[in-house]
């Protein structure tokens, strides 16, 4: 079946960084666009990056865009995202999700990502 883990969450200081990563399993890694969500305290889901099959393709949020890298690793069914210049604003439960057509049809239990002093 199915799964998605992720890892890498912690508490770091404004300004610092984290990479995530996310061990997909039981399915074909390589063939699936992956993505990046989050959800803040309190808050509703927020996607924030994509990127296709083989890695030359990557879309960021707005929020992140200049400060998160995604990347993917195929021969070990690892996607990453590489975080810095971290906010406080940048603390969330971070979710790696695969795409299905135009939506995700699997996720995994999520990181938390605090980011404070």
């Known amino acids: 079946q199915v799964q998605l883990v992720e890892s890498g969450g912690g508490l770091v200081q404004p300004g610092g960084s984290l990479r995530l990563s996310c061990a997909a399993s039981g399915f074909s890694f390589s063939s699936y666009w992956m993505h990046w969500v989050r959800q803040a305290p309190g808050k509703g889901l927020e996607w924030v990056s994509r990127?296709?099959?083989?890695?030359?393709?990557?879309y960021y949020a707005d929020s992140v865009k200049g400060r998160f890298t995604i990347s993917r690793d195929n021969a070990k069914n690892t996607l990453y995202l590489q975080m810095n210049s971290l906010k406080s604003e940048d603390t969330a439960v971070y979710y790696c999700?695969?795409?299905?057509?135009?939506?995700?049809?699997?996720w995994g239990k999520g990181t938390l990502v605090t980011v404070s002093s």
């Open positions: 999700t695969k795409s299905a057509g135009n939506g995700l049809d699997y």
């Open positions: 990127i296709n099959t083989d890695g030359s393709s990557t």
